[in-house]
Nanobody, 115 residues
Framework: QVQLVESGGGLVQPGGSLRLSCAVS????????MGWYRQALGKERELVAA???????RYEDSVKGRFTISRDNQKNTIDLQMNSLKPDDTAVYYC?????????WGQGTQVTVSS
């Protein structure tokens, strides 16, 4: 079993920045893929950014150049640095961690971009 605890969400003005962090209860080495998803009101959950076991990184097109995903294998955390935030980035952001047999989700953290 793996527990994920997200932090760092909140209210920010357009153009601002936030940093999300996900604390993972197991070593990141047991994960095949890990990252962040988001779900806006009335929409389906979508991938924002992910990093694989071998370090391959992928981003949703609308966040490329603005968001950066990183992991800290010592602290067992997965971070998402979000810059130049837009109102369309408003959503609940979920941390995701995948092993060979299971997908795990955090409880979600709200990000609201509004003036």
């Amino acid at each position: 079993q793996v527990q994920l605890v997200e932090s760092g969400g909140g209210l920010v003005q357009p153009g601002g920045s936030l940093r999300l962090s996900c604390a993972v209860s197991r070593s990141l080495s047991v994960g095949n893929d890990m990252g962040w998803y988001r779900q806006a009101l009335g929409k389906e959950r979508e991938l924002v950014a992910a990093i694989s076991r071998n370090g391959f990184v992928r981003y949703e097109d609308s966040v490329k150049g603005r968001f950066t995903i990183s992991r800290d294998n010592q602290k067992n955390t997965i971070d998402l640095q979000m810059n130049s935030l837009k109102p369309d980035d408003t959503a609940v952001y979920y941390c995701n961690f995948q092993t060979r047999i299971e997908h795990y989700w955090g409880q979600g953290t709200q990000v609201t971009v509004s003036s």
